[in-house]
T-cell receptor, first 110, second 111 residues
Framework: DTEVTQTPKHLVMGMTNKKSLKCEQH?????MYWYKQKAKKPPELMFV???????INESVPSRFSPECPNSSLLNLHLHALQPEDSALYLC?????????FGPGTRLTVL | LAKTTQPISMDSYEGQEVNITCSHN???????ITWYQQFPSQGPRFIIQ???TKVTNEVASLFIPADRKSSTLSLPRVSLSDTAVYYC????????????FGAGTILRVKS
């Protein structure tokens, strides 16, 4: 298995909802990442997990809560989001410096 | 992290060679130059990486002059499917590193 999978592909949520994004890889990578990408902009790093421990948090608002339950899974819990949080959320993993990205979850906050 | 500057967009025709130049005047000694490709509604994909001179793989070539203040990604004989955004990144080769994407270059290949 040489890919990063993300579910769901699309998500529409209201500002009072709680939802979660899921990312999975079975390549034995020990670093996993969340990026946010707004339309026509480059991806921006949100979080990095290394060996299941949070190693980088790019000052992301607390309404985004990452979780790494094991070496293959990465979740992003969403609560009380704002419409400006609508974006493509990308997950990536790496064994070295080369990062492998998933297809993303397209999130729309109403 | 060294800042990179690329053209905003480029147009080409099928079968042509495309060269995308990236400027990184403040590149540090330990920095490598990496290019990623991103298709619409997909995650970026690693294309090529180099430190100096020339690197070639099955997809592209990367030319880096001796002063390393710029680099050129060369795509031979492009096809319509090469239409994508190409990002030049500069940084140390570290596990668990932070990738800083610049604005990227939108390449449009026409028939």
């Amino acid at each position: 298995d040489t890919e990063v999978t993300q579910t769901p592909k699309h998500l529409v949520m209201g500002m009072t909802n709680k939802k979660s994004l899921k990312c999975e890889q079975h390549m034995g990578h020990r670093a996993m990442y969340w990026y946010k990408q707004k339309a026509k902009k480059p991806p921006e790093l949100m979080f990095v997990y290394s060996y299941e421990k949070l190693s980088i948090n790019e000052s992301v608002p607390s309404r985004f809560s990452p979780e790494c339950p094991n070496s293959s899974l990465l979740n992003l819990h969403l609560h009380a989001l704002q419409p400006e949080d609508s974006a493509l959320y990308l997950c990536a993993s790496s064994l070295t410096d080369e990062q492998f990205f998933g297809p993303g979850t397209r999130l729309t906050v109403l | 992290l060294a800042k990179t500057t690329q053209p905003i967009s480029m147009d080409s025709y099928e079968g042509q060679e495309v060269n995308i130049t990236c400027s990184h005047n403040n590149i540090a000694t330990n920095d490598y130059i990496t290019w990623y490709q991103q298709f619409p509604s997909q995650g970026p994909r690693f294309i090529i990486q180099g430190y100096k001179t020339k690197v070639t793989n099955e997809v592209a070539s990367l030319f880096i002059p001796a002063d390393r203040k710029s680099s050129t990604l060369s795509l031979p004989r492009v096809s319509l499917s090469d239409t994508a955004v190409y990002y030049c990144l500069v940084g140390e080769r570290e596990y668990g590193n932070k990738l800083v994407f610049g604005a990227g270059t939108i390449l449009r290949v026409k028939s």
